[in-house]
């Protein structure tokens, strides 16, 4: 092997891995300066908040009769 061609390897491996770093650090302050000029924003023009209504369905209104229904069952499985 020979050791010149190790020696450019790293360096392009080094320079590389340097780059994306680099990026990365400057794409990380970027996203943290964007979250405070959308908070900024989203206080002078707040979105209207629509009022959702929903209807909460009950639940059956006879649950016992369900749970007697689930431990007969259970109950016939295990005495066959």
Same mark, same amino acid.
């Given at each position: 092997?020979?050791?010149?061609?190790?020696?450019?390897?790293?360096?392009?491996?080094?320079?590389?891995?340097?780059?994306?770093?680099?990026?990365?650090?400057?794409?990380?302050?970027?996203?943290?300066?964007?979250?405070?000029?959308?908070?900024?924003? %989203?206080?002078?023009?707040?979105? +209207? =908040?629509?009022?959702?209504?929903?209807?909460? *369905?009950?639940? !059956?209104? %006879?649950?016992?009769?369900?749970? +007697? =229904?689930?431990?007969?069952?259970?109950?016939? *499985?295990?005495? !066959?």
């Amino acid at each position: 092997m020979n050791l010149e061609t190790l020696e450019n390897g790293l360096v392009v491996m080094l320079t590389g891995m340097g780059f994306v770093l680099i990026f990365l650090t400057i794409m990380i302050g970027v996203m943290f300066i964007m979250s405070a000029v959308v908070k900024y924003l %989203n206080k002078l023009f707040p979105e +209207a =908040v629509e009022e959702v209504k929903t209807t909460v *369905k009950k639940a !059956s209104a %006879n649950v016992d009769e369900a749970i +007697a =229904v689930a431990i007969a069952a259970i109950m016939a *499985k295990r005495g !066959s």
